[in-house]
């Protein structure tokens, strides 16, 4: 298992005109579950298609259409808590969660309140200094996304889109362990990594598939560590909900805002009140939702459209053995199999597909060689061109060629890069192009000797002066090189020289 | 418990039905008659017996993650009162 040792990061301390005042942050991260059709009907959950094309009568919340739960969602969010560590809840259950709004035409939403699918679990946030937390998670549940609706595409209409309603939604819910900005984006960034390597959701930001609502609370230094041992909440401050951030700058930004506004309001003597707060990155504040606050009583009750959800053990440990190495384990063979530094193992494994890519690069060869030419050369050179790993035009067995040909000192390094790059814009395999291209290696110390002698002849002033001062031998040895097209191995050279001038 | 008037303008005004001033007292009564019935119901001890979801003894139905609904725009917009570029138009809701 893991065996990696952190310390833990320090909470983010804002000074306040009195005080110095902590951070407490909790998250309820929505996440889409990626399946082909809806969690109760068989609409596809397709973005970008047309408006109300991916919309069946039962999304659109028909009279006497009933849902009927889509097997494979479930799986996935059983999936999910399995990759959180998380216990799974055989016996779960739908609760209707009610409010009016435009783009909820049932006028409630399908969630689990009551009784979740995924019961507690945790997450290790890493910080990228060394330092990391281990983020409790309390709940995941399963439930219906909302439709969308548009509002600036008419002056005095909303428009309204109910493509996404009805799609799957997990909602992880964290304990209040998250202690900064840094730490929050550093969570989300992690769930982000869990998820895509589990292919449960896409983590696209962007397209809404991954928001988060951001708790916030204040309180002076050496309570939070109070309510870590008693998990007493009344020694945090009151908390406000900053609701639906899909960027992970603006959450940082919010949660910096949201706590100097809660700073300023307690210092003056007032009291932060228990409410929903909306980020405005445009004016760098937040602000009350106030026509939230009479709808936030949703009167919960239980579906009666649906019975409860029973899985089996046997069906989750199905799950459970087909799961894929996850972040943290790929992370720590990495670095025990190949020798790799922390940082290199954690860029390797930053997304699943870099990861699988360098595993294959890496199979039976000398790790830290692939791993240079996979995070310097490859990643350097996709990144000039904005391609993703996905779309590298060199394939894993390519570059591992490329890599043969220096470990049995066919080329040299420098005519690597050059054969990369060959093998980046034609394609090809790499001992071919060596061979058809005449880019071997030069070991035949006769044949370098000859091109040395040759320089040393016609230049007898440079050999005077390299024998008086003996850093010129670089001189002579830049002229080889040059004169075997940069084929001569650079170790034979350098020895023939420092003989020849010594 | 017992409803009041405002409690029943609440209940109202969350289920989003117009109920006019003078209808609340008689909405307050039929309220509390509603729920004195089911405090009859509380008086039944179900202590350690679990709820009963389904009188026959049944598996939640699932489906399969297939996709063979949908693609039906106009017939999703056929009973909006106003409907424009495949959207519902609805008047404006901003947060």
Known sequence: MLDLTYELPKPKVISGAKHDWELVIGMEVHAQVSSNAKLFSGASTQFGAEPNSNVSFVDAAMPGMLPVINEYCVEQAVRTGLGLKADINLWSAFDRKNYFYPDLPQGYQISQLYHPIVGEGEVLVELGDGTARMVRIERIHMEQDAGKSIHDMDPNMSFVDLNRTGVCLMEIVSRPDIRGPEEAAAYIAKLRQIMRYLGTCDGNMQNGNLRADVNVSICLPGAYEKYQETQDFSHLGTRCEIKNMNSMRFIQQAIEVEARRQIAIVEAGGKVEQETRLYDPDKGETRSMRSKEEAHDYRYFPDPDLLPLEIEQGWVDNIKANLPELPDEKKARFIEEFGLTDYDASVLTADVESAAYFDEVAKGRNGKLAANWVINELFGRLKKEDHEITDSPVSPAQLGGIIDLISSDAISGKIAKDLFEIVYTEGGDPAEIVEARGMKQVTDTGAIEAALDEIIAANPAQVEKAKVNPKLAGWFVGQVMKATGGKANPKAVNELVAKKLG | ?95
């Open chain 2, 1 to 95: 418990m017992s409803i009041d008037q405002s409690t029943a303008a609440k209940v109202a005004k969350l289920a989003r039905i117009k109920v006019e001033e003078d209808a609340l007292p008689a909405l307050a009564d039929e309220f509390n008659t509603i729920l004195g019935f089911i405090e009859q119901l509380n008086e039944v001890d179900v202590e350690g017996v679990e709820p009963m979801t389904s009188v026959t003894p049944q598996r939640l139905k699932r489906r399969e993650d297939v996709v063979n609904d949908g693609n039906q725009q106009d017939k999703v917009l056929s009973n909006a009162p106003d409907a424009r570029e495949g959207f519902f138009a609805v008047p404006k809701v901003v947060e």
